[in-house]
Structures are given as C-alpha cells and as structure tokens.
C-alpha cells in the first residue's frame, strides 16, 4: 500500500517499448501488493476516437492547433476521468503517454512547446516522474513494422520522429529520467524498476517501507521544465 497515489509518465517516440514496460511494472508492482492503474493516452474519449481516426487517415485535414486541442481535450476527461481519482484511491498509476507527448509531437509541428507546457499544465497533474524510453527512430520505427507487423500511420513518418525524439531529449527537469530502451526488454526493465523503486519507497506504509537515507523525496512542486537542444 502507499501513503499517497504517484503518478509515472512514461514518454517517448514510437516503437519506444512504452507498452511492453509498462506491462512488465504493472505485473511487477502488483505482487508487491501495490495497486497499480494505466492509462493509455489518446484515451477512449470522444476527442480520442477522433485522434485515431486521424492517425489513420487524416492527419494533415487539421492544423496543428486544432490537433492540439483535441489532445488537450482528451487530456482533461483522462485527468477527471481517471488520472486523479486514481490517485485519490493511493494508487500507482502509469500514464501510457502524457502531455511530455504534446510537446513533443506538436511542437513537431511548429507550435510553441512553452505554450504547450502551460496550457497542459493548467488542466494536467504533474507527474512525480517521467521516464522518457529513448530509442533511435530508425529502430523504433523497425520494432513496429516487423515485431508488431503493422504499418506506419500518419504520427511515425521518419523525419518527423526526429524532430520529436530531438525534443524529448531536450526536456530536462529533476523529475524527468532519460532511459537508453534500445536495450533488451529484460535490461530496460530492471533499470526503470530501480528508478521507480527510489520514488516509491518514501511512500510506502510502514510495514513495507525500504526507505533508507539516500531515498529521493519528491520536491517538483514549483520546478520548471526547461528545454536544452543537445549539441549534435
Ligand atoms: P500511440 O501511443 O502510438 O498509440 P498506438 O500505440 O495505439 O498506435 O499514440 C498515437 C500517436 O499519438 C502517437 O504517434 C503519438 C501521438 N500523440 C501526440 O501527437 N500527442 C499527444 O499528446 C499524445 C498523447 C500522442
């Protein structure tokens, strides 16, 4: 059990391994009797359903901005929805992407990622983390055609993924890890669960409580996330 609910992003482009780790943290967690809850963003909203539709088929019918929208949209029945009273319930939740995306792949698209940031961070709670899974595209991109033997939708154009893991790796803040998932899903895996491990232990009820004094408390409150190119 936790003292409070913890909310985990975890971001990055496609072909990442999002899914399968998130998978793997939740089996993992719920034998050590931790109530865990995903959410899958875009969510089963109405705005949702109309962003898939896009993905398949009309990506390029709406401007950026009204793409933004409907993200924002989804976002605020996903937060009142499920996000918060989830976490009101003290659980573990993990967010199948979260706004970290919209910075990402919108301002791919020329809109402004400070203007992104603010306006999610109006209607969004702020992760205690975010696990950003980094992967070259060409390899992310690979992982979809063959492993899942599906074809590329309108959001996984090459060029386009650069531009979006250039901006993912960009994101720093204390709360925001970056994690090489070009590795073996089992390697990936023991990695993410010793980071997750550290922002969880001070939350745990007593009787399981591992914390020790080099634990990290979560002090993110009024941190700003910052954008710095990386240097190619
Ligand atoms: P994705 O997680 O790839 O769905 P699936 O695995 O079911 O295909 O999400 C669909 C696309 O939506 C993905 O390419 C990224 C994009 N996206 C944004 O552009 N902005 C956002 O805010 C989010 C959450 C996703």
Redesign the pocket.
């Known amino acids: 059990m936790l003292k409070k609910g913890i909310l985990i992003a975890i971001e990055g482009i ?1 072909g990442a391994g ?2 399968t780790q998130i998978e793997l943290l939740k089996n993992y967690y719920t034998k050590q009797n931790i109530r865990v809850a995903v959410f ?3 969510s089963d909203s109405p705005y949702g359903k109309k ?2 539709e896009l ?1 398949i088929n009309g990506r390029y019918k709406v401007s950026p901005k009204e ?1 933004f929208l409907l ?1 924002l949209n ?2 605020i029945y996903d937060c009142e929805k499920n996000i918060k009273p989830a976490l009101n319930k003290k659980m573990l939740v993990f967010m ?4 970290f ?2 910075i ?3 301002s791919a698209r020329g809109l402004d990622k400070k203007m992104i940031l603010k306006e999610n961070e109006k209607i969004a709670v702020r992760p205690d983390l975010v696990i950003i899974l980094d992967v070259a595209v060409k390899i992310g991109l690979s992982r979809i055609r063959h492993l899942r033997n599906e074809s590329i ?1 309108l ?2 154009q090459e060029e386009y993924l650069e531009k979006v893991r250039e901006i993912f790796l960009s994101m720093k803040a204390s709360y925001v890890q970056i994690v090489d998932a070009s590795r073996k899903k089992e390697e990936v895996f023991e990695n993410l669960k010793n980071i997750i491990n550290d922002i969880i232990n001070p939350y745990l009820t007593h009787t399981q409580s591992k914390a020790t004094e080099k634990t990290k408390t979560i002090e993110n409150e009024s941190e700003e996330l910052i954008f710095e190119s990386v240097e190619s």
């Open positions: 496609d999002k899914t899958k963003e875009p962003i898939k993905a793409e993200f989804d976002r199948d992407r979260y706004y995306s919209s990402a792949y919108q939708n959001f996984e």
